[in-house]
């Protein structure tokens, strides 16, 4: 079977294993840890590197796939690791690597990828592709074009976060509404949820796959290193064999379809949130009359649309209150520059006319 359908039926499909392969034994003794506990369909460790600063920990390199290899045919699991370019595709192949995937650093580079589906043309590998570092649907969807031009037609989608300047809780934001649109323009392409890069930090695994699982998705990658501690890169983020049964084991899995006994109840309160768009939809269309209005007034009087000082009290006032109703900031901000670009749209409709 191929991979993108085993993992549509075995939901959650869990990839683990470490962020690095770092010796034999480390493979080996965290491999034969998950699989003994039956944790996960698939091991994963990194062979290659790519880390921000040039003097980090890059990875064994070619002499760490037997490592994973062995390990694979050890607990009889499938095996994956990051490939990024032409050679490191030709030596996971040669090596016995089960399934690939290209990383977010390698996915933001269309010249990378095209290698690594010319590199990967005439073979039938599974290939997972991350979405790319920066926010970019049509990137991440570009990615999966190059590979289905190169034949490969089992692909699965990891979101892993997107890279911002300064962070507070995630290591990589998660940008939900990213892979939501992705599955909107792919809808049968598999998508699991990398929870260690999203969070760099073991504590919000949990929450981060709770919400993975609530939005649907099919899988979770989870690095896993038998002495967390101690590992050779990304130690704040991995846990041990025991650290990740207890998050799967405390994952509530829900079902997308609605069960016909509770339809009629969740039709109710579906009919109220539409009544309300209803409202809302009304009112937008009616502000928006108005911002015309507005429009036709600044043109007889030759005055511009933006009006800066004016916006920013209408911005601040509304996230002021946000909170007391219960709203997220990010949601106010959201709204409220979404309405003042439509504001704009209208207005320059009649100035310009
Ligand atoms: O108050 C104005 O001057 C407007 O043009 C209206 C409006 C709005 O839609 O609320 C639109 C654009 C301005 O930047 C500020 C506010």
Known sequence: MKLNETISTSRPYVIAGPCSAETEEQVIEICT??????????????????????DSFEGVGEEALPWLVTAGKMTGLPTTTEVANKTHVELALKAGID???????????PFAVQEIADALKGISIPVMIKNPVNPDVELWLGAFERMEKAGITD?????RGFSVYKHDKYRNVPNWELPIALKE????????????????????????SQKAMDLNFDGLMIETHPRPDEAWSDAAQQVTAEGLEQILRNLVLRSKDVQHDVLAELEKMRSMTAAL??????LLAERMKISEEVGRFKRSNNITILQQEHWAKIINNRLNSADDNDL????IRQIMDAIHQESIRHQEKVMNK
């Open 99 to 109: 399934i690939l995937w290209i990383g977010a650093r390698t996915t933001v580079n």
């Open 277 to 282: 768009d209803d409202r809302i939809f009304f």
């Open 185 to 208: 323009r792919i809808p049968d392409l598999p998508i699991i949820c990398d929870p260690s890069h999203i969070t760099g930090n073991r504590e919000l695994l949990l929450e981060v």
């Open 328 to 331: 997220s900031a990010k949601f």
């Open 33 to 54: 840890q998950i699989a003994g506990r039956g944790l996960a369909n698939a091991l994963r460790a990194g062979i290659w590197k790519p880390r921000t600063r040039p």
């Open 155 to 159: 692909l699965v989608a990891i979101h």
